[in-house]
């Protein structure tokens, strides 16, 4: 039936039948909505834009602040202030490690000089009378001044309370010689005054027996420490004062004797000398070889090293040498470097082109008061001054139960003419 009414008037009718006015107003609010968000958008965008302008200008401010910044920037300067700064570094590290090592040696001291005190308060003013014998007999000024009295020689002391004048009598013949030693000259030589009545008697140099030429008078300083001389007296006094066996003032005082004792059978005879103003010199001694004329004069560094040694430490022995005490000075001393490891290629290339003569000890210390010398070598200074013909061996040692340690227990020892030589 609807195909037979009018097309028109079904299309006028069905449209007529829609309610399209929600439609318009929910389009009429949409454009609304979108009309406000466009405006909310666009104040938006000019905020974002201020900021921008805003952190650009800031941007710029701060390039030119970095240019100029970059520009007065020297990386020389900067290079060397922190050189400057590392080195303060490390003298203010080396500087506190002296002092506590001279801490810990006057505490210790302080500590032996609170046991002597209470020792003295028990004895009294007058002391204990076989104390004071048994240390008179074992005084050796005591025991000299004893001797030179029992052959007529008597000690006279100036003004200043220096003994520069012995008076020697003979009782038999009723002869007086008066003997001056001049302070300007060496202590080998001395001025005879002739009294009347009296023969002048010259004084005598002495000569080695090989050459007949003046051997050096070499006249050792006194020892740091009037407590111990030795690796057991040092040992002993460490017990008695409770001295860390872990602290720096122990274990280099340890390693130094352990080295003189160490070397002793190749020749060398030194004696400590390291403690307060050693200028870097830990032992001195002299050094006697087959075919010197007489020993060589050393002077010793020790270092008893962790790590893997330097070539500073050349350069810190030939700078000792400008410390060397009276005796020990010249082109012919002997520097000598105790170290517990192997030299290394640059510390032997810096031995080899020193100026000086130098040795490079390595003396392990194998414990129990045991040190062995696994390692000794010298540049050509050192030949030159009468090492010349004189090689290195190693000597095998093997203990019981040891088959699978023999290198433990290898030592160098010195080959003159094809044998082990050693100092009689």
């Known amino acids: 039936m609807l195909l037979d009414e009018d097309p028109a008037a079904l299309i006028h009718h069905t449209i007529g039948n829609f309610n399209i006015h929600p439609d318009k107003s929910a389009v009429l609010r949409i ?50 202030q ?10 203010i590290a080396k500087a506190a490690s002296d002092l506590e090592i001279e801490g810990e040696k006057l505490q210790n001291e302080l500590e032996f000089a609170k046991a002597q005190l209470r020792e003295l308060e028990i004895q009294g003013v007058e002391g204990n009378e076989m104390e004071r014998s048994r240390r008179e007999s074992e005084d050796p000024v005591v025991l000299k001044l004893k001797v030179y009295r029992s052959l007529g020689i008597d000690a006279e002391a100036d003004a200043a309370g220096n003994y520069t004048k012995a008076v020697i009598r003979n009782r038999q013949k009723g002869d007086v010689h008066v003997v001056n030693i001049e ?32 051997q050096p008078r070499l006249i050792t300083p ?15 006094y460490a017990q008695d004062t409770r001295l860390s066996t872990s602290s720096t003032t122990y274990n280099g005082t340890y390693y130094e004797y352990l080295c003189a004792r160490s070397l002793h059978r190749l020749g060398f005879d030194l004696t400590r000398t390291g403690g307060r103003s050693d200028a870097g010199i830990d032992l001195l ?35 000792a040498f400008a410390g060397a005490p009276a005796g020990w000075r010249g082109d012919d001393v ?51 001054l009468g090492a010349e ?15 699978d340690d023999r290198a433990a227990h290898d030592e160098v020892v010195l080959m003159w003419k094809g044998e082990v030589w050693e100092p009689s």
């Open 31 to 80: 454009n609304e909505s979108l009309s406000t968000l466009h405006q909310a958008r666009d104040l938006r965008i000019k905020e974002i834009e201020s900021v921008l302008k805003k952190l650009s200008r800031n941007l710029q401010t701060l390039t030119s602040q970095h240019s100029e910044t970059i520009s007065s920037h020297s990386s020389t300067s900067h290079a060397s």
């Open 82 to 91: 922190i050189v400057e700064l590392d080195t303060q570094k490390f003298r």
């Open 183 to 214: 302070p300007k000259f060496s202590s080998c030589i001395a001025s005879v005054r002739r009294k009347p009545g009296t023969d002048i008697v010259s004084p005598v140099t002495p000569t080695t027996e090989k050459s007949g030429l003046p």
């Open 222 to 236: 006194l020892p740091p420490s009037s407590q111990h001389t030795s690796l057991e007296s040092f040992l002993a």
């Open 285 to 319: 001694g002299s050094w006697q070889l087959p075919e010197a004329s007489y020993p060589l004069r050393c002077i010793a560094q020790c270092k008893n090293l962790k790590a893997k040694a330097g070539p500073n430490l050349v350069r810190e022995m030939e700078g």
């Open 334 to 384: 002997v520097g000598i470097l105790c170290a517990g490891r192997e030299a290394t290629k640059g510390v032997r290339e810096a031995i080899r082109i020193a100026r000086r003569g130098l040795v490079w000890c390595q003396v392990e210390d194998m414990g129990e008061e045991v040190g062995r010398v696994r390692q000794i070598l010298w540049n050509q200074r050192v030949g030159a």
């Open 389 to 403: 013909g004189v090689n290195v061996g190693i000597r095998h040692t093997l203990v019981a139960g040891d088959v």
